[in-house]
């Protein structure tokens, strides 16, 4: 009966009313390998589904954001920062008449191959691994490769460059942040980047390192001084800016937010930089932490043969297949593991 339906095919008609910029599920640059298309679900539909199903997805529940191992149940973790990503990205391209599918799915998977302890876990794998280590394209690695027992999701070209092109590295908001090979992708990485400063903020609150009052004037009178209020007005403001999109008589839309906007914040996020993350990175649970790194990527790569089977699939050289091992643990399973080997 579905079959015959062709519900699928209702979908991709429907996405025919998407603007002229948008990318049609049906156009998709394709997958890594052919796979017959779903009766009921869109190419990129089908790729949302996988990498919520898949593994690497579930541990993002126990991976640190900002704060390792917190005294409250409220801090942002990597999972519920992934799915404040979506929200914000979800919302920007139904306003702009994008692809709300891909959107969602490459908001879903952007983060799926960070390391335990956030950042400060990836400045260490960094800091080892003679090729370095970007989370980024860990994330495409894991979608391509990790996942599903070495066959990955196979997703579609879209999702993966809207995954590996999302990060913004250092830079300022919308200053060297790339290309990215769709609209939907640069969705997400502006919403990634709304999302973080406004929790990191509301972290930092929670955990006593600034108040409410410490924030920026200068910042505060543009953006207001409350969660909600700053995140309706930057995605008012990148809509409002981005309307373009919509519109089949522009050549080369973007995404992008006004210079206002723009400017408070950068301010934030600098302030965010001075007052709470170079804290942050002075205190013991962040030396412990990078001690927890660079104990197991020690001792793994002086007994692969401790590494479980399954990773001698992935890459014939050790140090790699550690820098999987690892960049695939919660911040729980590396910091059991780690005591354990120090017993």
């Not at 391509?144 to 027992?149: G, H, S």
């Not at 309706?232 to 973007?254: F, K, L, Y």
């Not at 965010?272 to 790194?293: H, S």
Request: with cysteine.
């Amino acid at each position: 009966m579905i079959e015959r339906l062709n519900i699928r095919g209702m979908i991709e008609d429907r996405e025919e009313s998407l603007s002229p910029h948008a990318v049609k599920s049906r156009l998709s640059r394709s997958r890594l390998r052919y796979e017959e298309p779903d009766p009921i679900r869109t190419a990129f539909q089908r790729d949302r589904d996988r990498i919520i199903h898949s593994k690497a997805f579930r541990r993002l529940k126990h991976k640190t954001q900002v704060f390792i191992a917190p005294q409250g149940d409220h801090y942002v973790t990597r999972l519920t920062h992934t799915l404040e990503v979506s929200q914000i990205a979800r919302t920007i391209s139904r306003a702009l008449n994008l692809n709300e599918d891909l959107t969602e799915a490459i908001a879903l998977g952007h983060d799926l191959g960070h390391t335990p302890f956030g950042h400060i876990g990836e400045e260490v794998l960094d800091e080892l691994y003679h090729e370095g280590f970007r989370h980024n394209e860990q994330s495409l690695r894991v979608v391509d490769l990790l996942e599903n027992d070495g066959k990955g999701l196979n997703l579609n070209w879209e999702v993966r460059d809207g995954i590996v092109n999302h990060s913004k590295s250092t830079a300022r908001v919308l200053e060297d942040w790339g290309e990215v090979g769709s609209l939907e992708g640069e969705v997400c990485r502006i919403a990634d980047m709304v999302a973080y400063i406004n929790h990191d903020i509301d972290d930092a609150i929670r955990a006593g390192i600034i108040s409410g009052d410490d924030l920026p004037e200068s910042a505060v009178r543009i953006l207001g001084n409350a969660r909600r209020v700053r995140i309706n007005t930057m995605v008012g403001d990148i809509i409002e800016q981005s309307w373009p999109v919509r519109d089949a008589g522009v050549e080369n839309p973007s995404i992008t937010m006004g210079s206002r906007v723009t400017e408070a914040s950068n301010i934030l996020r600098d302030f965010l930089t001075e007052r709470v993350y170079n804290l942050i990175a002075a205190w013991q649970e962040t030396a412990k932490a990078r001690e927890i790194i660079r104990l197991l990527y020690r001792y793994f790569n002086d007994n692969e043969d401790k590494l479980p089977p399954e990773y001698s699939v992935y890459s014939d050289e050790v140090e790699c297949r550690v820098v999987d091992y690892i960049a695939g643990m919660t911040d729980q399973y590396a910091t059991r593991l780690a005591e354990g080997l120090a017993k």
